[in-house]
């Protein structure tokens, strides 16, 4: 099994509201990973998860907030976000890369995001 | 830090065609090479990588990806494209290792039958 499953498929909410997005992953992958990704544009990594403890924050607004509850799930906590949050939020899974080399990244379908 | 270049923002070719879509990344030292491709409502793929050894990768469904380290560039490359090969196509770079992806701005691919 290859998937890595997120839900919602979609989300509409307002300004002040608090929502959560999921990911999931059954591959005994220990890497996960939140990309966003604007229309027309490539992926942008977010944050980085490894060995269920965050390691990469790239300079992420703190109204994200990501989770990794186990191995196999990954949440990113909303709150408060701008309409120019609205995007498609991917999540993406690997085994932990070495000192010289990655892995391949396994992607789910995404949450698209619209924030009114 | 590094950065991914894709010249073609937008191919349109037709079916039997051959295809070629620029990549270059900019970073000197040990890089990691990826073309990934979105379908259309599908999720990312993974079509081919290079770490090391031959510059010249095969990936799935006939896609192959040649590596020229002077030119700093990863070209993909099919023979014959198929209505099917229809869809967004992403370079991205990993240096050294680690997590991180840098993705190139993206080609759409739109082949007519």
């Known amino acids: 099994d290859t998937e890595v499953t997120q839900t919602p498929k979609h989300l509409v909410m307002g300004m002040t509201n608090k929502k959560s997005l999921k990911c999931e992953q059954h591959m005994g992958h220990r890497a996960m990973y939140w990309y966003k990704q604007k229309a027309k544009k490539p992926p942008e990594l977010m944050f980085v998860y490894s060995y269920e403890k965050l390691s990469i924050n790239e300079s992420v607004p703190s109204r994200f907030s990501p989770e990794c509850p186990n191995s196999s799930l990954l949440n990113l906590h909303l709150h408060a976000l701008q309409p120019e949050d609205s995007a498609l939020y991917l999540c993406?899974?690997?085994?932990?890369?070495?000192?010289?080399?990655?892995?391949?990244?396994?992607f789910g379908p995404g949450t698209r995001l619209t924030v009114t | 830090a590094q950065s991914v270049s894709q010249h073609n923002h937008h191919v349109i070719l037709s079916e039997a065609a051959s295809l070629e879509l620029g990549c270059n990344y900019s970073?000197?030292?040990?890089?990691?090479l990826f073309w990934y491709v979105q379908y259309p409502g599908q999720h990312l793929q993974l079509l081919l990588k290079y770490f090391s050894g031959d510059p010249l990768v095969k990936g799935i469904k006939g896609f192959e990806a040649e590596f020229i380290k002077s030119k700093f560039s990863f070209n993909l490359r099919k023979p014959s494209v198929q209505w099917s090969d229809t869809a967004e196509y992403f370079c991205a770079v990993n240096t050294g290792g680690g997590n991180k992806l840098t993705f190139g701005t993206g080609t759409q691919l739109k082949v007519e039958l």
């Open positions: 970073y000197g030292g040990t890089v990691n």
């Open positions: 993406a899974s690997s085994q932990v890369p070495g000192q010289t080399f990655p892995y391949e990244q396994y």
